[in-house]
Every structure is written in C-alpha cells, then in structure tokens.
C-alpha cells in the first residue's frame, strides 16, 4: 500500500528555515533543584498567536527531528519542569497556521529569528508551506510558501512529512508536494536550494520525515492511498551544503542506482512511508526503512521487507521479509506501514498491517542474499490491529523499554532475553509515543493528549484539544506541541496546540 488509513481518512483515493550557553543550563538546574516551575505568563486556552507571551525559560534543549534523535527513540533525557504534579494544569494555546500540519514540530532553542534571539517551532504544512512559530507567544515569524503552490493547494497532492534541523542550527530542511527538499535559513525562511526527488511527484509521495546527519539529508518517498501506479518507494541521499542528489537506492529495480521515472521500472508501489522514515544506527550511520506491498524477489525487488543500507544507500547490507510475504502483498498488509525499530543491542522490531510485531536480529538480516523469516519473536500489536505509529524506546536503569500505540489501543513491552515481555496495554488509541522529564505522552487521534507513567501505564493527566491524524507531540523546555487535523480534509488551514506551565506565583 502506498499510504495509510486512520479512522479519520475520509476514504477518498490520493492520487491526483546553539547559541545558549553553560549560563543557561546552570539556571535552569538551579531552578530545578529549588523545585520551582518555570516563570512562564500562562496563555489564554484558546489564545490566537497575539496573546501576551510568555517569559523565557532558560534552556539548553532543541528537539531538532522527528521522535527526536536519527535512531527515532522519541526518548528526550532532558528536565522539562513538566511533572505529574503540573502536568494537567499547563495553559493551552491555538496558533492558527495557514494549513494543516499531518505530522510533527520540531522546535530549536534560543536562535537567531528576524534578528532576534527566539525559541522556535518549526512545522510543513500538507501542500509544503513550512512556518517558524515563536514558542513563547505563539507569534508565526515567517512563512515559506513553494513556488507551486497554488497549483495543488486543496487537492489530494500532499506531503505529511516532518522537517529535520541541520546539526549546525542554521538552516532546515522541508519538503513540498512537488516532490522537492528544500533547504531554508532558520533566520528568515529563504530559499537556499530546493532539488527534487521523484520525477512523478503525481503518484510518489513523500510521507515520511526527513533525516539529518553528517552532513547529509535522508528522504525517503512512497504512494498515495489508492496505490495507483506507478511509483517506487527509494531512499534518497542529498548533500546538505549544495542540495546535490548524492545517490538514490530503489525497493524496486534496486539494480538501477539513479532516481527513476516510474514508468521505466517493470514493478510498481514497495513505498517507503512508515511514520519514522528512515531510521539511523546511531553508531555506524547505516540506514534502515522498511517497504510496502510490492513484487519480492529476494535479488532486486523488494516489497514487504525490513532493508538495511550503508551510509550512503549504495550497498544493501541485510534484508527481511516474512515467510508469507506474498499473501502479505495480496492481502494489502504489509510491513511497510510502520518503520523499523531501533533497539540497540542487535535488534529491531519490526510491525504491519497484520497487527504483528516481529522481533528481529540483525546479525540474522546481514548479507545481500536473500532472508526470509527466521524472525525471534512475533507479539502482537497493542490491539491486534494495523500498526501505523513509530514506536518510542527507552532505555532506563539497565532496561530496554518499547511503548507502540495503533487505532485500538497502547502499550508497553521490556526487552528481556531477546524477548519482549509485555507491561501494560489498554484500549486507548494513539500515533507516535514520546517520554521526556519521565513522563510519556501520547496524542489521541480521536481527540487529546494523554500523559501516563510509562513504567505502569498509570493516566496522569489529559489534555484537551481536537483530532487529527499522523499527528504526534514534542515535549521540550517546559512546552508540549502538537498539531491536530488531517490531510485526508484537503485544508489550507489548521492549529499548532501549544501547551506550557503556568506562572509561579510570587
């Protein structure tokens, strides 16, 4: 399948821009340690971007990519001054954004914004207007709107992808529905280059978020619901300094090392579009995604399998698929729904559209030749059903913790033995999870956003705010962040959700 349905989808087919320095840090330990709230002005529930902003929390954090880091932990190991104690008394704001954003914010502290000195969310809206908010206040800074515009804005020609920060905090890196990557100065939005990375950009969508790392921008493409041929999903690898496409890897025609006209290839669909993209071995840089319904040879197709890439997509160094993988491809639910899970240790996880997730051991998926089965271990997804989400690892007192949410409900696994031992579940659906200052949040698509002890899944709080889709939050410095609303609407407008501490009384 070329994208993914949540019960929102209308079901209609798809086709058609570190400087805080040790200072900062201290203060913010200090006040921690005096176990004072940030000295935030609270904002009114339901303020528009002009209400009056907030005091600045010192900070030392950015959130710069999706689920945070290049292995998509969705593990953030800073404080937040949020606690179960605060949590459900943060003051809401709506900051009215000119489209709706199906995915995530990323957000940088303390840079240099329309010349001044700001904290900063960044998010691309589904036909590609990328926008700076100002994370105290709410005030939108600048707009980047792509050239074509126009031309697709309302129809079902979108992009659900998140932006990724450049390690040098100067620039990010967005996408269009035009199939193009651009690169803008977090300063004032400009243009400093845009490349394509599909030559179909009609039917090759780009779903997922972009990565950054050494230097490089990593994107991944795949189909819109309705899986009209043809397309390809591939992995694109594109130098951050000149925007020069580097090399392409193809699930499709993976002999043919260059960015393909669809047409030209004899198989179609195998996108790449799990929630997380491409996920990144934090400590040899290789590149694993994971592909949807297509043709699997084993040899240069590759549908309904887990890939490992080197550093530079132009070597397969392992691969994995399941023994029934063509009743998968039959039956419309591949593996591809989800992205690969990075566990450390050797291993990863592996969900689908069947509502199972495969525990997998990459020494086993090493190797060009083909690996068919021989996962550890197969569980369940949380509720039996499709698995859509990225899932959040933590590793905490000498454990290795996974959470997962699908339409149906959440929950928590260990890692034990090479095994995943289940913690809790319940009933409540979610998208992506994320855990930071030891809280776990997770975003409702039905509506909220949901606050739990992630050792024993205990509700702390919910926050209020409406539904939506591929939507996930940020939780940094003090703020949570989540947009709501879906693609599947075809709006040009939508709400960043800003939630922060309340004042401290004097």
Excluded at 196 to 219: D, M, Q, Y
Excluded at 343 to 353: E, P, V
Excluded at 395 to 416: P, Q
Excluded at 492 to 506: E, K, P, S, Y
Aim: with cysteine; net charge negative.
């Amino acid at each position: 399948m070329g994208d993914g349905r949540w019960a929102m989808d209308d079901g209609r087919p798809d086709l058609t821009t570190r400087t805080s320095g040790t200072l900062c840090a201290m203060r913010y330990r200090a006040l921690c340690c005096a176990a004072l709230l940030p000295a935030l002005l609270a904002c009114q529930a339901t303020g528009s971007a002009s209400s009056a902003p907030a005091a600045r929390l010192p900070s030392s954090h950015d959130w710069p990519t999706f689920n945070r880091d290049i292995s998509r932990s969705g593990v953030s190991p800073d404080p937040t001054g949020i606690t179960a104690a605060n949590v459900a008394s943060m003051q809401r704001q709506q900051v009215q954004l000119e489209g709706t954003v199906d995915a995530a914010a990323i957000y940088l502290h303390e840079v240099s914004v329309n010349g001044a000195t700001r904290n900063a969310f960044f998010v691309t809206t589904t036909y590609g207007k990328t926008i700076a908010i100002d994370a105290d206040d709410g005030t939108v800074l600048w707009t980047f709107t792509p050239a074509g515009y126009r031309s697709w804005a309302g129809s079902a020609q979108v992009t659900t992808s998140t932006p990724v920060a450049d390690d040098d905090r100067r620039a990010i890196y967005a996408t269009s529905p035009d199939g193009h990557i651009q690169k803008l100065a977090v300063a004032t939005g400009r243009v400093q280059w845009s490349t394509a990375i599909t030559r179909l950009p009609e039917r090759e969508k780009i779903a997922s978020p972009l990565t950054f790392t050494k230097g490089k921008v990593i994107a991944v493409t795949g189909g819109y619901i309705g899986d009209a041929p043809p397309y390809q999903g591939h992995v694109a690898i594109l130098d951050a300094a000149s925007g020069r496409l580097e090399h392409v890897w193809n699930s499709l025609c993976s002999d043919r090392a260059e960015l393909l006209n669809p047409r030209n290839c004899p198989e179609s669909d195998s996108a790449i579009w799990g929630r997380a993209g491409a996920v990144i071995d934090p400590a040899t840089d290789d590149i694993f995604v994971a592909t949807g319904n297509a043709k699997w040879d084993g040899r240069i197709h590759w549908g309904d399998a887990t890939i490992e890439l080197d550093p530079t997509a132009s070597r397969l160094l392992g691969n994995y698929t399941p023994t029934n993988t063509e009743e998968l491809n039959e039956t419309d639910r591949d593996i591809g729904s989800t992205s690969p899970v990075w566990l450390g240790s050797g291993l990863l996880a592996q969900g689908g559209k069947d509502g199972v997730i495969r525990l997998l051991s990459l020494e086993k998926m090493r190797g060009t030749e083909p690996h068919r089965g021989g996962e550890l271990q197969s569980v369940s997804t949380p509720s039996g059903r499709e698995l859509f989400t990225a899932p959040a690892v933590w590793h905490a007192r000498g454990s290795t913790w996974m959470f997962a949410a699908d339409n149906g409900g959440s929950a928590a696994w260990v890692l034990e033995n090479n095994r995943l031992r289940q913690r809790w579940k319940n009933d409540t659906a979610g998208t992506s999870p994320v855990l930071a200052g030891g809280l776990l949040y997770l975003y409702n698509p039905h509506g909220g956003v949901l606050v739990y002890e992630p050792e024993t899944g205990k509700l702390i709080a919910t926050l209020d705010c409406p539904g939506g889709h591929w939507n996930s939050p940020i939780v940094v410095d003090g703020r949570i962040a989540v947009p709501d609303g879906t693609s599947n609407t075809h709006r040009t407008h939508g709400v960043l959700n800003i939630w922060r501490l309340q004042a401290v009384a004097r």
